[in-house]
């Protein structure tokens, strides 16, 4: 079993930057790729940024390319997602989680265990 736990989400003005922080706890953390998810309301959860077990390589979706930047600490046990010039649009309460192929899927069933979500609100 892994554990995860949010953190950093919040209000937050159009253009504004906000860090979430992923906490792992339970099995070795550099096992699994992780990544990032996103749900707002009435929307279905949507990838959001992937990173592979050693940070080598990083996946986002095109809507957050140039502005998101996943990374990792394997030694903290914790995944990061920095969040600038962020729009209303990217309001959503957002889950890391972790991907037991490893490769750092966009496809939510490769992901084996889930945080609870930490919300994250843009005003315009």
């Known amino acids: 079993q892994v554990q995860l736990v949010e953190s950093g989400g919040g209000l937050v003005q159009a253009g504004g930057s906000l860090r979430l922080s992923c906490a792992a706890s339970?099995?070795?953390?550099?096992?699994?790729?992780m990544g990032w998810f996103r749900q707002a309301p009435g929307k279905e959860r949507e990838f959001v940024a992937a990173?592979?077990?050693?940070?080598?390589?990083?996946y986002y979706t095109d809507s957050v390319k140039g502005r998101f930047t996943i990374s990792r600490d394997n030694v903290k046990n914790t995944v990061y997602l920095q969040m600038n010039s962020l729009k209303p649009e990217d309001t959503a309460v957002y889950y890391c989680?972790?991907?037991?192929?490893?490769?750092?899927?966009?496809?939510?069933?490769?992901?084996?265990?889930w945080g609870q979500g930490t919300q994250v609100t843009v005003s315009s």
């Open positions: 989680a972790a991907d037991g192929t490893g490769v750092g899927a966009q496809n939510p069933e490769a992901y084996i265990y």
């Open positions: 339970g099995r070795p953390f550099n096992r699994y790729a």
């Open positions: 990173i592979t077990r050693s940070g080598g390589n990083t």
